[in-house]
C-alpha cells in the first residue's frame, strides 16, 4: 500500500504557467521512463503539449496512412446541466491525441492522427439547443481532422479524453454557482458533469498524457487538492487521459471509473482500492458487526403507549419486513432468517393490549432505537370540528281564474242575486215546489252550461237574472296562493385527524308488504319493514402539513314527502338529497360543497270549444291556472382545527 501525503511542507505555489510546465516536464519524464520498458513495442509516450504548441501529425498523406488508422466515427452533441454544451467525439481506437485551443468565440479541435469521414464533413446548427454553442463545423484538415465551434457569451471550456472518446464542455459562466470574486487571485469554479448530477467544486486542472501509471495520476491530484490519498497495493495499471481545465475531483473520478477503482473519504484521506476490494471489505466490516451484535446481552424494555394503540404498533413494527434485521446472521448463519423489521435476528417483541404497553427485548441499540420510533409515533394528533349546514330553501306561487255559466226559463219578472249557483238552485227549487199548487213557476229548467269553476276559491260571485221567461246564472272564482320555505339543518361532529366520524338523527318509516307463504298454503302473509329517513353527516379529515383540512364527506338529508296507498297499506314517499365529495378547505373557511337549483312554471287552461275562443265573452268559458314552483339545496361545510399539545 501506498500512501501519498499532500500536507508536508512545501515552498509557496509558484504562478501557473510554471507549475504546469513542470508539471508538463515531470509527465513527460516519467512517460518516457515508462515507454522504454513497455513490453509492446508499438506503444508510443506522448508527453504533454505547452500552451499554443500543435500535436505532430503521424502522416499528412492519407493515401501512406497505414492500415488500421483511428478516425472519427461519431460527433453528438448535447446540453448538459445547467445550460452547457456538451460535444462527444468518437474515435475507432484509442490513441487519438485531440488539441483544444480558445480564441476569442471560437473553440477549435484539432486531431491530426485522426481522419475524418466524409459523411462527418458538414456544419452543425445547435442554436435550438439553448447553450452557447451556436454551431459547429467539422472539415478534414491535411490527414487530421478539426472540429471549430462558434460560441456566443462568457464561457468556460473544459475537456477530458477517456479511451475511445473525447468529451469537450462548454459552460456559461453565469451557471457557475460557485464563482470566486476576480480579487480571489485564482479562478476557482464548481462545475457540474454533464453526465452525473453531482456537483464538482474542485481548482481546475490539465492533464495530458499517455500510458501514465495510475498511482502516479494519483499522486498528481493529491498534489493539487490538497488531500491524502492511500492506493491500495491492487492499484496496477496505465491511463491515458486528456483533460483540459477539469475541476480535480472529476479527473479524480473519471480516473477510477476509467480503471474500475471506487474511494472511501473519511476526512482528509481518501482510500482508493479496487471496487471488489471495497466492497469486499465492507462486507466483512458488516459481518464482523453482526457478530459482535450477536454476542451482545439482551435488555429488556416496557414502554406505555398513551395516544396510540399497542397492538397496531406491534403489528406495523414486526411487519416491516427488510428494515431492521435484513442482514441479520449473514455471519455465521447466511441468509436473512429471523428477519424482525425493525428489531434484530435476536429481538422480541411483545403487546399488551389491557395495559397498552409494549414490551421490547433486544440488545441496548436496538432498543434505544425502537423507544425513540414510538415516541414519535406515540403522540396526540390534531382533532377537527366539522360542521355542516344544510339549507333546502322553496319558494311556490298558484293563480286560477274560473268562471260557471247556466241558463233556465221562467214565467215571472223576478230576480234573484246570491253569491253562488249552488244558493240561486237552491231559491230556485223552492219556486218549484208551488207545481203543487197549481202554481207553476218554470216551464224551462237546465244545469250550468259552462261548469269551469275554481275548485276551493278564495272567493268567487255569483249573479242570477230572471227575465222574460228564463234565468241567466254566472258565478266568477279566483283563488292565488303564495309560499316560502326554509329547512336548516346543521350537523355537527369532532373527530381525531384522519379518523371517520359519523352522525346520524331521523327515523324509522313502517310499511306493509305482502310474502307468499312457504309450502303448500297460498295464503299471503303481510310483513312490517322500515325505512330509514336520516340526516347524516359522514366525514374522515385530513390534516395537511401547511395546516389546510382535506375532507372526504358524505352529507345526506331525507324528507317524507308523502304516502302512496298500495291497496294493503300506505307506502311512503321519501325525497332523498345526497352528496358525496372530497374537498380542501383552508382552517375555519366556509365553502358550499354541494348545490342543486330547481324551477318549475306551468299554465293551464281549460275552455270551452268554440265558445272560449270568443273575444272577452270568451272568458266565461275559460279556467285559466298558472304554477311556479322554485326550490333551492345548498349544503356548506366548516372544518375548524382544534390543535393538541402534548403533555410532557
Known amino acids: 500500500m501506498t500512501v501519498f501525503n499532500a500536507k508536508s511542507l512545501r515552498p509557496a505555489r509558484r504562478s501557473t504557467l510554471m507549475r504546469s510546465a513542470g508539471l508538463g516536464i515531470a509527465v513527460g519524464a516519467f512517460a518516457a521512463f515508462s515507454a522504454a520498458h513497455a513490453q509492446h513495442t508499438d506503444t508510443v509516450a506522448v508527453a504533454p503539449l505547452a500552451a499554443g504548441q500543435t500535436a505532430p501529425t503521424t502522416s499528412a498523406d492519407p ?7 483511428i478516425e472519427v466515427s461519431k460527433i453528438d452533441f448535447k446540453r448538459g446541466d445547467g445550460g452547457a454544451g456538451r460535444l462527444i467525439l468518437g474515435f475507432s481506437g484509442e490513441g487519438a491525441a485531440p488539441d483544444l485551443r480558445t480564441v476569442g468565440s471560437t473553440v477549435t479541435i484539432n486531431v491530426a492522427n485522426a481522419e475524418l469521414p466524409a459523411s462527418l464533413q458538414r456544419p452543425l446548427n445547435v442554436t435550438d439547443f439553448a447553450t452557447p454553442v451556436q454551431r459547429i463545423e467539422a472539415r478534414s484538415s491535411g490527414g487530421g481532422a478539426t472540429l471549430t465551434l462558434s460560441t456566443r457569451g462568457n464561457y468556460e471550456s473544459m475537456a477530458y479524453q477517456s479511451g475511445a472518446e473525447y468529451i469537450v464542455e462548454i459552460v456559461p459562466r453565469a451557471a457557475d454557482p460557485a464563482a470566486r470574486s476576480a480579487s480571489a487571485g485564482t479562478a ?10 453531482r456537483a464538482y467544486s474542485g481548482r481546475p486542472v490539465t492533464f495530458n498524457f499517455q500510458d501514465v501509471p495510475v498511482r502516479t495520476v494519483l499522486q498528481l491530484i493529491a498534489e493539487e487538492s490538497g488531500l491524502n490519498v492511500v492506493a491500495a497495493d491492487t492499484v496496477q495499471g496505465n491511463v491515458t487521459l486528456r483533460l483540459v481545465n477539469v475541476p480535480w475531483d472529476q479527473a479524480l ?43 451482545v446481552d439482551l435488555i429488556t424494555e416496557y414502554i406505555q403507549i398513551n395516544y396510540h394503540n399497542a397492538a397496531q404498533i406491534f403489528k406495523a413494527l414486526t411487519e416491516a419486513k427488510g428494515i431492521g434485521g435484513q442482514s441479520g446472521g449473514q455471519g455465521g448463519q447466511g441468509g436473512s432468517q429471523g428477519d424482525n423489521g425493525f428489531l434484530s435476528p435476536r429481538g422480541r417483541l411483545v403487546a399488551d393490549e389491557r395495559t397498552n404497553t409494549l414490551m421490547i427485548s433486544d440488545i441496548p ?10 415516541r414519535v409515533i406515540d403522540r396526540p394528533v390534531d382533532q377537527v370540528l366539522i360542521e355542516a349546514r344544510v339549507v333546502i330553501a322553496t319558494d311556490t306561487f298558484a293563480r286560477e281564474l274560473g268562471a260557471r255559466f247556466g241558463i233556465a226559463g221562467h214565467k ?5 242575486f246570491n253569491d253562488t249557483i249552488d244558493n240561486n238552485d237552491k231559491t230556485r227549487g223552492s219556486l218549484v215546489d208551488s207545481i203543487a199548487n197549481n202554481e207553476p213557476t218554470y216551464e224551462l229548467f237546465k244545469g250550468p252550461m259552462s261548469n269551469l269553476g275554481v275548485l276551493d276559491p278564495a272567493g268567487s260571485l255569483a249573479l242570477q ?22 329547512v336548516i339543518s346543521n350537523p355537527r361532529v369532532v373527530t381525531s385527524n384522519q379518523r371517520e366520524a359519523v352522525i346520524r338523527q331521523g327515523q324509522e318509516v313502517g310499511y306493509v308488504t305482502i310474502s307468499p307463504q312457504q309450502g303448500g298454503n297460498n295464503i299471503p302473509i303481510p310483513n312490517v319493514q322500515f325505512k330509514d329517513v336520516l340526516l347524516e353527516l359522514k366525514v374522515t379529515p385530513t390534516i395537511t402539513h401547511d395546516g389546510r383540512v382535506f375532507l372526504n364527506m358524505n352529507v345526506k338529508k331525507d324528507e317524507i314527502e308523502d304516502f302512496i296507498d298500495s291497496g294493503i297499506g300506505r307506502v311512503p314517499q321519501i325525497a332523498k338529497r345526497e352528496v358525496n365529495t372530497a374537498v380542501l378547505i383552508e382552517d375555519g373557511q366556509t365553502v358550499v360543497i354541494g348545490g342543486v337549483y330547481e324551477f318549475q312554471e306551468r299554465e293551464d287552461i281549460s275552455k270551452v270549444p268554440f265558445l272560449g275562443d270568443i273575444p272577452f265573452l270568451g272568458n266565461l268559458f275559460k279556467k285559466k291556472g298558472r304554477n311556479k314552483n322554485k ?6 361545510v366548516t372544518p375548524k382545527v382544534m390543535r393538541v399539545e402534548q403533555r410532557g
Open 188 to 197: 476557482v469554479g464548481a462545475t457540474r458533469s454533464a453526465s452525473s448530477s
Open 253 to 295: 473520478d473519471i480516473v477510477l471509473q476509467a480503471k474500475g477503482l471506487d474511494k472511501r473519504r473519511n476526512g482528509n484521506v481518501v482510500w482508493v482500492a479496487p471496487q471488489a476490494e471495497i466492497a469486499k471489505y465492507e462486507q466483512d466490516k458488516e459481518d464482523a458487526r453482526i457478530a459482535l451484535d450477536n454476542r
Open 465 to 486: 237574472i230572471l227575465n222574460a221567461g228564463y234565468a241567466l246564472d254566472i258565478e266568477l272564482s279566483a283563488m292565488q296562493e303564495e309560499g316560502r320555505g326554509e
Open 631 to 636: 326550490a333551492e339545496l345548498l349544503i356548506m
Open 63 to 69: 493515401s501512406k496512412r497505414l492500415p488500421g488508422a
Open 412 to 416: 215571472d219578472g223576478k230576480y234573484f
Open 365 to 374: 441499540k436496538k432498543v434505544a432505537q425502537m423507544r425513540e420510533l414510538i
